[in-house]
């Protein structure tokens, strides 16, 4: 079974910018998370899907972000413009169902690492 | 603030010594706590995770220990081998709460040498 897959994996853009970082959760998860890790800073999260709805946007940090998970399974963060700030490490994570957060595992992908020159 | 804090930052042990990450968290609110373990280029991995109802789980050679009152829980790695090699995160989150965030500590490199 496929895990969560991100692309790009790396992107490296200048100040002002447009980047679309993609998701692909695991098939079936309706739960999708976006966390982000800024160099020597902890994982933070950004955002919640239950299926297609925004569940949680609290972690967010601006309105610079736009996530969408249209028909409830992939989806899109997409940063504009970006800022030098806004450079780390995006990490998208899903999980199954309501039982998963009693077990609390989230399946996290390998990250798409943003670089803002 | 940061809501978890995890130490050390850093840490090497030889092959067959014990590890020990600490964490500290400030919200009694928390309910869960796993443990995520991330090898270089890939994502973080759930290792072991305990709630607060118990006070140690143990899993072959990771161990997690918790205390409810002082707000702190730590991973033990026993007989640490050269394939521990990773970055570990504490975490912790609020399992009743509408939305389940992860609240992380910033991470335990941990290198084993032979």
């Known amino acids: 079974e496929a895990g969560v897959t991100q692309f790009p994996s790396h992107s490296v853009i200048e100040k002002g910018q447009t980047v679309t970082l993609r998701c692909d959760p695991i098939?079936?998860?309706?739960?999708l998370y976006w966390y982000r890790r800024v160099m020597g800073k902890e994982i933070k999260f950004l955002l919640h899907?239950?299926?297609?709805?925004?569940?949680?946007e609290s972690g967010m940090p601006n309105n610079r972000f736009l996530a969408e998970r249209t028909g409830g399974t992939y989806s899109t963060l997409k940063v504009q413009p970006a800022e030098l700030e806004d450079s780390g490490v995006y990490f998208c994570a899903s999980s199954q169902d309501r039982r998963d957060r009693v077990t609390g595992e989230l399946f996290f992908g390998e990250g798409s690492r943003l670089t803002v020159l | 603030q940061q809501q978890v804090k995890q130490s050390p930052q850093s840490l090497i042990v030889q092959k067959g010594g014990i590890s020990i990450i600490n964490c500290a968290y400030e919200?009694?609110?928390?309910?869960?706590f796993p443990w995520y373990q991330q090898f270089p280029g890939k994502g973080p991995a759930l290792l072991i995770a305990?709630?607060?109802?118990?006070s140690e789980k143990k899993e072959g050679r990771f161990t997690i220990s918790f205390n409810k009152s002082a707000k702190q829980f730590s991973l033990h790695i026993m007989d640490s081998q050269p394939g521990d090699s990773a970055t570990y995160f504490c975490a912790a989150a609020y399992s009743g709460a509408g939305s389940y965030q992860l609240t992380f500590g910033k991470g335990t490199k941990l290198s084993v040498i032979p």
């Open positions: 899907f239950v299926k297609e709805s925004k569940q949680d």
């Open positions: 098939s079936g998860h309706d739960n």
């Open positions: 919200n009694t609110a928390f309910d869960y």
């Open positions: 305990i709630r607060p109802d118990v």
